[in-house]
């Protein structure tokens, strides 16, 4: 068995200590909390629109099963945080 250089081995180590993914640690520690999604700029139309009309079916499927649960969700995010009620004096007036 040939023996390995100590420093191509520690480079190695390095670039994998700089490039490895961060793990999420709740549900499953093999999953990545980012998966990065490349588009290819070498598409041809007929391939761009295939990828596409896959999306949109997929996009159409996930609100067919999750339209209730995603419509309530969205409205949670977009009410405004609670206002307080403004003390109004009747008896002060304006002008």
Same mark, same amino acid.
């Given at each position: 068995? =040939?023996? @390995?250089?100590?420093?191509?081995?520690?480079?190695?180590?390095?670039?994998?200590?700089?490039? %490895?993914?961060? #793990?999420? =640690?709740?549900?499953?520690? %093999? +999953?990545?909390?980012?998966?990065? +999604?490349?588009?290819?700029? #070498?598409?041809?139309?007929?391939? =761009?629109?295939?990828?596409?009309? +896959?999306?949109?079916?997929? %996009?159409? @499927?996930?609100?067919?099963? #999750?339209?209730?649960?995603?419509?309530?969700?969205? %409205?949670?995010? @977009?009410?405004?945080?609670?206002?307080?009620?403004?003390?109004?004096?009747?008896?002060?007036?304006?002008?």
């Amino acid at each position: 068995m =040939a023996k @390995r250089k100590g420093k191509k081995r520690r480079r190695c180590a390095a670039e994998f200590l700089e490039h %490895r993914p961060t #793990y999420r =640690a709740t549900r499953d520690s %093999r +999953l990545p909390l980012i998966v990065p +999604l490349a588009i290819p700029a #070498y598409w041809t139309p007929e391939e =761009a629109l295939a990828v596409f009309e +896959l999306v949109d079916d997929l %996009r159409e @499927r996930i609100w067919s099963i #999750y339209q209730t649960d995603l419509q309530d969700l969205m %409205r949670q995010q @977009r009410q405004s945080g609670s206002i307080d009620p403004v003390d109004i004096d009747e008896d002060d007036l304006p002008f």
